[in-house]
């Protein structure tokens, strides 16, 4: 008997295997030097050299919801240690694998125990998200307009109207900054107008926080949109991950964070959310909490973190800007890349001119048009360039 006969191929969102390494791989997913080489931040090695060597850097499970200090440090983060929020206890974060387990955990129990079936994705998103969500039970899967693809800009006044007509306890899922693919993100205006209609539509806000740190160069400011959600009185889940701005890619670094209105709430939550998070990973990796934690709770060394994600930020900025300043001699506008923020790049391509890039340039972008604008470097980024100018030329 042969089970596996009838199992279909998955087309991949990315070019196939045999296109990549031929060419400039763009859909890299990770910070890249400007000689195109991967990055371990120089506090991060001192961090995890101490662990290795301190008595308590064994191999222990850690609880199921994760390392406690870990989780206060992140939602700290992420929240602001003065927040509302968490000095009156109706805060709490749980460990998760990276963003992305964060997103499927906390989809996991607003299907299960909330009992919630409607989501709304911005549109673009990554397939990824409607994935998660799909399986964890929502059968009501919408999207927002996001992109306006002729302008190359948020079309707030459509987004508001598409979320005006979301059905009371939608779930909506926004990105905290450095929106992944557009790298455009709503201005304070456009959040406190964002913010209004969920409150008045009664819509629950669950934020993708990838990037904290990379949008503006600073966490603070990267988080003013979740910070300004919880001064107004919403309720939220945040998929808070720490793959990008520590470098911890493989440790699968996440935490899901939880903002209730009523203390008294809270206190059921870590029992459910244990429940549901036993049956899906049930404790989860030490080294990376244990690494991030260390970092944010030592002065000095979240000091030396908060320059390494400065310098990031900077030179992911000077490739942008560079991008935008070869392509400027052709006929076709691209201010809207000076506007991005986050490591990725959104052309506004056709489907045609991407599978052009791909198939003639052998320039290896994502599917939508996307790329990693770290993978650019001084050895690619001419190259790039004109490969670009080419396909807008020629190809509709």
């Given at each position: 008997m042969?089970?596996?006969n ?18 400039i ?10 000689n ?5 931040l ?9 662990y290795a060597?301190?008595?308590?850097g064994?191999?222990d499970?850690?609880?199921i919801l ?8 992140a939602?700290e983060?992420?929240?602001g240690?003065e ?9 709490m974060?749980?460990q998760?694998?990276?963003g992305?387990?964060a ?11 909330c ?7 911005s ?13 964890a ?18 079309n ?6 598409d979320?005006k ?22 201005s ?15 819509l629950?806000t669950f934020?993708?926080?990838?990037y904290?740190?990379?949008a ?19 309720e939220?889940?945040?998929?808070q ?15 899901l ?9 809270i ?6 959310k ?7 990973f ?41 991008l935008s300043?070869?392509?400027?001699g ?14 990725f ?18 320039v ?17 980024i ?15």
């Amino acid at each position: 008997m042969e089970f596996f006969n009838d199992v279909p191929l998955v087309v991949p969102r990315s070019p196939p295997e045999e296109v990549l390494g031929k060419g400039i791989d763009l859909t890299i997913t990770t910070f890249r030097t400007s000689n195109g080489n991967s990055v371990v931040l120089p506090v991060v090695r001192h961090a995890r050299i101490d662990y290795a060597e301190r008595p308590y850097g064994n191999h222990d499970y850690l609880p199921i919801l994760g390392h406690e200090g870990f989780r206060e440090m992140a939602t700290e983060l992420a929240l602001g240690k003065e927040s509302p929020a968490i000095v009156e206890k109706r805060a709490m974060g749980v460990q998760c694998l990276s963003g992305t387990g964060a997103l499927g955990s906390g989809a996991d129990f607003l299907a299960q125990v909330c009992k919630l079936d409607t989501v709304y994705f911005s549109n673009p998103t990554w397939d990824t998200h409607r994935r998660i969500f799909a399986k964890a039970g929502f059968t009501n899967i919408r999207e927002y307009t996001y992109w306006d693809y002729d302008q190359k800009c948020i079309n707030i006044q459509q987004l508001l109207v598409d979320l005006k007509e979301a059905p009371e306890k939608s779930v909506v899922v926004l990105h905290a900054c450095a929106h992944s693919p557009t790298g455009m993100d709503p201005s304070p205006d456009m959040w406190r107008a964002i913010a209004d209609v969920v409150k008045r539509q009664k819509l629950f806000t669950f934020f993708d926080f990838a990037y904290q740190g990379l949008a503006s160069g600073d966490p603070d400011t990267d988080a003013w949109a979740i910070r300004y959600f919880v001064d107004q009185g919403l309720e939220m889940f945040v998929a808070q991950s720490f793959a990008f701005n520590f470098g911890l890619y493989n440790d699968r670094v996440g935490n899901l964070i939880v903002v209730m209105n009523n203390p008294k709430n809270i206190e059921n939550f870590p029992s459910q959310k244990t429940r549901v998070n036993v049956s899906k990973f049930s404790n989860p990796p030490a080294i990376g909490a244990c690494t991030v934690y260390k970092i944010l709770s030592t002065p000095l060394l979240k000091s030396l973190w908060l320059q390494d994600v400065q310098d990031m930020y900077m030179s992911i900025k000077r490739r942008r800007l560079m991008l935008s300043f070869l392509l400027t001699g052709n006929s076709k506008p691209w201010y809207h890349i000076d506007c991005q923020t986050g490591i990725f790049n959104f052309l506004g391509l056709t489907k045609t001119q991407t599978h052009h890039l791909i198939n003639e340039h052998n320039v290896n972008v994502f599917r939508n048009g996307c790329f990693n604008i770290a993978a650019l470097n001084m050895k690619n980024i001419d190259i790039v360039a004109k490969a670009i100018e080419e396909t807008v030329e020629n190809v509709n």
